[in-house]
């Protein structure tokens, strides 16, 4: 079954942009991945899918500023001019046939 | 507007039962998987389970496989998660969340705490 990995932490300064990584295990390179963002305190909230090719598909009312992308094994997630409230912990998720499996979160500080 | 609300969250001893519902609204709920993940106090999300949306597959994380059990019902637009042999490892907010491949929708979770 598939594996992904996230770094624990990653900090950025306000209004710069940051871009977060999953990586997808050995042989699951080619999965769909979606992220989710969860803000303190509160239940989380789907933010995209990435697919392998690199094309994502956004959530409803997810600004502007989020993006996705993929190269290889690796998803990311890119966001623009930061805001405060972008400070959360991001997951992703990936799936096969039978399970899914979330990586362990990055916590986002913004600076 | 997809809403997805739990409930039956609580307080239980070690060795008891919790069933969990999640009321559906805002999409044709009998034509997608849905899924319980969960979160242990101050760590990440964990997958506990998935069901198709005829319910013919159901697929278990193994810390959770033999004790509980996912179910459905279309006709009411609820998902349910009956847990057995509850161990005070099962404490954590509960998520149901609308599977289109993966999750698109989260509900706001039910808080489930086993403790003597």
């Known amino acids: 079954q598939p594996v992904v990995t996230q770094s624990s932490s990653a900090s950025a300064s306000l209004g710069s942009s940051v871009k977060l990584t999953c990586t997808l295990s050995?042989?699951?390179?080619?999965?769909?991945i979606a992220w989710h963002q969860q803000q303190p305190g509160k239940a989380p909230r789907y933010l995209m899918k990435v697919e392998g090719s690199g094309n994502y598909n956004k959530g409803g009312g997810v600004p502007d500023r989020f993006s996705g992308s993929s190269s290889g094994a690796d998803r990311y997630l890119t966001i623009s001019n930061l805001q405060s409230e972008d400070e959360a912990d991001y997951y992703c998720?990936?799936?096969?046939?039978?399970?899914?499996?979330f990586g362990g979160g990055t916590k986002l500080t913004v600076l | 507007e997809v809403h997805l609300l739990e409930s039956g969250g609580g307080f239980v001893q070690p060795g008891g039962s919790l069933r969990l519902s999640c009321a559906a609204s805002g999409f044709t709920f009998s034509s997608y998987a849905m899924n319980w993940a969960r979160q242990a106090p101050g760590k990440g999300l964990e997958w506990v389970s998935a069901i198709s949306d005829n319910s013919v597959y159901t697929y278990y994380a193994d810390s959770v496989k033999g004790r509980f059990t996912i179910t459905r019902d279309n006709s009411k637009n609820t998902l349910y998660l009956q847990m057995d042999s509850l161990r005070a490892e099962d404490t954590a907010v509960y998520y149901c969340?609308?599977?289109?491949?993966?999750?698109?929708?989260w509900g706001q979770g039910t808080l489930v705490s086993v403790s003597s």
């Open positions: 969340g609308k599977v289109s491949h993966l999750v698109d929708y």
């Open positions: 998720e990936t799936s096969d046939s039978s399970t899914r499996v």
């Open positions: 050995s042989g699951h390179s080619s999965y769909i």
